[in-house]
């Protein structure tokens, strides 16, 4: 019965704390942890243990390829020099600056890589959650970076932990070598999983089994990668960007929102969860250690989480720059950022499943069947990082994103404003010759034009100044959007009673409503999205 309470205790704890966290204006991975950690005290859950196996293949996959399919591709591609290398100089700076401090406080250097390895990496999902109130394209960059950097980080946690097992030592063309397949098999894994999801899509004709395909999609693609020894990670991205790009044309409208629906759930459950999880490995990792393992291990993750911080603000105000002495190109110009921006940066490197599923993983045994050095001071070290970050920089975030002044952004407004209107007009344009072709009736034509002539005469005021602005054309689709929901929930009225005085079926109801669901949604949207 144990999953059961887990199951039940995860789902009250995000329910819980995602409610108190906007009551109490703090963000919920915050709240999120502290419960888990709390959780971890209950006699009954002590034995809970998180292993690395259902990070690495069941949240890291499905939370990934959502992050991959929602983020935007143009941004990555304008700030690809940006994202590539804070996704490998900068995981390689801070896995050593780690290793050193650690190996000066007294652990071997093999173990101290291994720790450097695994706190190296951010965490994508995390900074979605926290970061999401950034400019458009701060939150790209760094979302792209949380996305690519774990290829990095895991090919050095590999040679690492294969070198302290004792499997011998790596020379720099094997390094190399790790490092190529680790990307390019992955982004050829990633190719090749959305071209055989694609040609599944195109022979489909149903929106379940479509989203069938969306759910294995993320999985095939780890997996096929993890089979050539290159980084899953990588190959879920590769994959996910590919499709955002090529499923508006292929996906239906009704698989769409039936996929947009289920994985906007589940990627929720599954993010608080594993918060939840996280602090509840951070109250194991300091059970398993003793008291003088435990005072030891506490300074290392003072000095490692600064580190950590500290490696990342180093990065930000010097790589730039580098980059501006060596590219002084006037579209790079523009995009320059101030000191403050960089600050922001800086402070929203968060860390996350990635770098507990690294720890945990961490074998027992060497080679040579004797315990694996310092492993549970590397999972303690890992899980008190993660935490400490996650609490430190998204209490601090908020004030300094105000100090920073950062300037308005309006480019998605003003480009959702552009994509609607526009669309809207060709439409219309359109609607003559379309009518002809498909041979409507002529009152058909005029009754659609009319509908669409006041549908683009209030996207037009929208964008418009307040003098400009019909207040009498707003009141009456106000007043006319108010009646609609007023009769649906009239027909709502009369669907049930018609169903407790038994004249239909339960069935019935079920059809009819679904039908309703869709006016009334379209009804209450607050944006106009025809």
């Not at 591709?73 to 994202?83: A, G, K, P, V, Y």
């Not at 960059?141 to 950097?149: F, G, M």
């Not at 180093?314 to 523009?334: E, G, K, M, S, W």
Request: hydrophobic fraction near 50%.
């Amino acid at each position: 019965m144990l999953g059961l309470e887990i199951v039940v205790v995860l789902g009250v704890a995000v329910l819980v704390c995602t409610v108190a966290a906007g009551r109490l204006r703090v963000v919920p991975p915050v709240l999120l942890v502290v419960v888990g950690v709390a959780v971890g005290f209950i006699p009954a859950l002590r034995e809970v243990s998180l292993p690395p196996e259902t990070m690495l293949l069941v949240f890291l996959p499905a939370l990934l390829y959502w992050e991959s399919l929602t983020t935007s591709l143009r941004e990555i591609r304008n700030n690809l020099r940006i994202i590539v290398l804070a996704s490998t100089v900068l995981v390689v700076v801070t896995a050593a600056a780690v290793a050193a401090v650690a190996h000066a406080v007294g652990m071997p250097w093999g173990p101290a890589w291994i720790l450097g390895a695994a706190i190296a990496p951010t965490d994508a999902t995390v900074v979605g959650v926290i970061a999401r109130a950034l400019p458009l394209r701060t939150m790209t960059v760094l979302r792209a970076e949380s996305l690519v950097n774990d290829g990095t980080a895991l090919v050095i946690y590999g040679i690492a932990v294969s070198v302290t097992q004792g499997g011998g030592s790596y020379g720099p063309g094997h390094v190399s070598w790790l490092f190529v397949l680790a990307y390019v098999g992955g982004a050829a894994s990633g190719l090749l999983t959305a071209w055989l999801a694609i040609q599944a899509r195109r022979r489909l004709d149903s929106p379940t089994l479509e989203n069938v395909v969306s759910v294995l999609t993320p999985f095939v693609a780890f997996l096929l990668a993890e089979r050539l020894e290159a980084s899953g990670v990588l190959a879920v991205v590769v994959c996910g960007l590919v499709l955002s790009q090529i499923g508006p044309r292929i996906v239906r409208a009704d698989t769409r929102q039936q996929a947009n629906a289920f994985w906007g759930l589940t990627t929720f459950l599954l993010n608080g969860s594993l918060f939840v999880l996280i602090g509840l490995q951070a109250n194991a990792a300091v059970r398993d250690l003793s008291s003088s393992e435990l005072t030891r291990a506490l300074t290392l993750l003072g000095i490692v989480t600064a580190v950590v911080i500290g490696a990342r603000f180093v990065y930000n105000f010097t790589t730039p720059y580098v980059i501006r002495a060596i590219d002084r190109r006037p579209q790079q110009r523009l995009r320059r950022a101030g000191p403050r921006p960089r600050v922001v940066m800086a402070l929203s490197g968060f860390r996350g499943a990635v770098s507990m599923a690294a720890a945990l993983a961490v074998p027992e045994l060497t080679n040579a069947k004797d315990p694996f050095p310092d492993r549970d001071v590397i999972i303690f070290v890992t899980a008190g990082v993660i935490v400490l970050t996650l609490v430190i920089q998204s209490v601090i975030l908020p004030f300094v994103v105000h100090w920073a002044h950062l300037p308005p952004d309006t480019q998605l407004d003003e480009e959702r404003s552009l994509a609607i209107t526009v669309s809207s007009e060709e439409a219309f344009e359109a609607l003559p010759r379309l009518a002809a072709e498909l041979e409507v009736d002529p009152m058909v034509l005029e009754r659609t034009q009319t509908e669409y002539q006041r549908h683009l005469t209030m996207l037009r005021t929208e964008g418009a100044g307040e003098d400009d602005i019909d207040d009498t054309e707003r009141r009456l689709e106000d007043e006319y959007k108010q009646l609609r929901l007023a009769l649906l929930a009239r027909k709502r009225e009369t669907l049930l009673r018609l169903r407790d005085e038994r004249l239909i079926d339960d069935i019935v109801v079920r059809e009819v409503q679904s039908k309703l669901d869709v006016e009334e949604v379209r009804l209450s949207r607050r944006e106009i999205v025809e």
